[in-house]
């Protein structure tokens, strides 16, 4: 059986998270072999697809990675009260 993909091992925190963060730390380490086997230094994860997606959730998931070792960023999204409109 193949390593995990970087991809592969967030989808399975996704499930984590939704899950009620069921063997989260299992899953943490997954994915940190799978960013050092790929040469990537840091998580990059939807905040669409949090549990809590708000401020203080983001943050929280930032901390808890950074103590096992995976630096957390989240894909761009639209600000909060900006709209782009078709001109």
């Known amino acids: ?6 991809e592969d091992a967030t989808n399975r ?3 984590s998270l939704q899950a009620d963060n069921a063997d989260i ?3 943490i380490a997954t994915l940190k072999a799978a960013l050092t086997r790929a040469g990537l230094k840091e998580a990059t ?15 929280l998931m930032q ?6 070792g995976v ?8 600000p909060y009260g900006v709209r782009q409109t078709a001109v």
């Open 45 to 59: 994860f939807d905040p669409a697809r949090l549990a809590h997606n708000n401020r203080s959730g983001r943050k």
């Open 25 to 27: 730390d299992v899953h």
């Open 13 to 15: 925190i996704y499930e």
């Open 1 to 6: 059986m193949s390593e995990p993909t970087v």
């Open 71 to 78: 630096t957390v960023k989240y894909s761009a999204s639209e």
């Open 63 to 68: 901390a808890y990675f950074r103590q096992r």
